[in-house]
Nanobody
Framework: QVQLVESGGGLVQVGGSLRLSCAAS?????????VGWFRQTPGKEREFVAI??????YYADSVKGRFTISGDNVKNTGYLQMNDLKPEDTAIYYC????????????????????WGQGTQVTVSS
């Protein structure tokens, strides 16, 4: 009932910045949503990047200090600001959304989410 569309990916040089967006549509009006991001490279499982759950932000160790997650509840859109990009950040980035969760929710696992965007490619060149 909810659809997600990512945008903002592209090819950037090492040390550059990129801002990803995740727009939600459909039947979202009756929920407050957390928005998060995973990424995936060929032959590898999807790994957690970041999530915004109300006022709480959680980041993977590999991106902490470089990436910032934010959201606009009025526009039903989440954002991932990526700074100081490295070649190892190259991946397809997927956004996820889920109703605001408690501390018991395993936000680190991709299998915890039912709704995903189509993915947007981020390539960081040396």
């Amino acid at each position: 009932q909810v659809q997600l569309v990512e945008s903002g990916g592209g090819l950037v040089q090492v040390g550059g910045s990129l801002r990803l967006s995740c727009a939600a549509s459909g039947r979202t009006g009756s929920y407050y949503y957390a928005v998060g991001w995973f990424r995936q490279t060929p032959g590898k499982e999807r790994e957690f990047v970041a999530i915004l759950n109300w006022n709480d932000r959680y980041y993977a160790d590999s991106v902490k200090g470089r990436f910032t997650i934010s959201g606009d509840n009025v526009k039903n859109t989440g954002y991932l600001q990526m700074n100081d990009l490295k070649p190892e950040d190259t991946a397809i980035y997927y956004c996820v959304a889920t109703p605001i969760f408690t501390s018991a929710f395993d936000y680190l696992r991709a299998s915890s989410y039912d709704v995903w965007g189509q993915g947007t490619q981020v390539t960081v060149s040396s």
